[in-house]
């Protein structure tokens, strides 16, 4: 999943770090300060993820990408993954993005 959190200077990039390192649902993380992205990668909720930065780190969360990954072998037949752009938060669908 790809956010957009504006990250201004070197506390709000500690405030979101620690609120990622946090959430125990993510494997990983990717945080871009130039272009103000942040990518994570794990068994979750985005919508719930999403909520649970905003309440940790008092910033505007928009979620950009989300992409989904099937458990089996599937995707390395060429099968593509699921990718939903301009996912708004008030969206009342369950999704789950999951890395491989």
């Known amino acids: 999943m790809v956010m957009r959190i504006n990250i201004d200077c070197n506390g709000c990039y500690r405030r979101v770090r620690r609120a990622l390192l946090d959430i ?5 993380h990717l945080i871009e300060m130039k272009q103000c992205k942040v990518s994570v990668c794990g068994r979750f909720k ?42 708004n938060l008030e969206s009342n669908q369950t999704q789950f993005a999951t890395c491989p």
Do not use: C, M, Y
């Not at 125990?24 to 990983?28: A, I, Q, V, Y």
């Not at 993820?49 to 505007?60: G, H, S």
């Not at 969360?61 to 989300?66: A, P, T």
């Open 24 to 28: 125990k649902e993510l494997d990983t």
């Open 46 to 87: 985005p919508q719930e993820i999403a909520i649970q930065i905003r309440k940790k780190t008092n910033r505007r969360v928009e979620i950009l990408e989300i992409q989904e990954f099937s458990s089996n072998d599937e995707q390395s037949h060429g099968e593509k993954p699921l990718v939903i752009s301009s996912w």
